[in-house]
């Protein structure tokens, strides 16, 4: 199956190489500079899919020295604005409207943040992505959705 979905495309050929999905993360966090700030780490794309790894580190620490949640739903932002800028119809756009997390569990380790949708999703008006992050002993942490708006692009 032929991709031609840009960001989709990008990672596809930086992924073959040694520090290639660091080096598509790094891209991701220059054009969203925000990312930056957790330093995270784009380990796994497909459409409709993405997970991103937040490493524990002291940047990262709450005061009780867990990974703090907010550091967490910045990587549930960025896999979820990865998933959908690899994923979305060409015919289409999306902006996010909110964000609705669950704290389940302290982070006490590295986090795995995952994003997903449904192929179908994709239509114009709300759209629910479901967004869970794990601690390295696959517990959930945090649970919830960011609720995109779709729409179709403006005919030119």
Request: proline share 5%.
């Amino acid at each position: 199956m032929k991709q031609t979905n840009k960001t989709l495309s990008i990672y596809q050929k930086l992924e073959k190489y040694p520090f290639g999905k660091k080096i598509f993360s790094i891209i991701v966090s220059r054009v969203a500079p925000y990312f930056a700030t957790i330093n995270p780490k784009i380990s796994e794309l497909v459409p409709n899919q993405c997970t991103c790894l937040i490493k524990k580190k002291k940047k990262v620490f709450n005061h009780i020295k867990t990974v703090h949640v907010i550091a967490i739903c910045n990587g549930l932002e960025m896999a979820m604005g990865v998933m959908a800028e690899a994923s979305i119809p060409k015919h289409l756009r999306w902006i996010p409207k909110g964000m609705t997390v669950a704290y389940t569990a302290k982070a006490g380790s590295d986090i795995r943040c995952v994003a997903n949708v449904k192929q179908e999703d994709w239509q114009p008006g709300d759209m629910l992505v479901n967004i869970t992050a794990y601690d390295e002993n696959n517990i959930v942490v945090v649970k919830g959705h960011i609720k995109l708006w779709i729409s179709e692009k403006p005919t030119v």
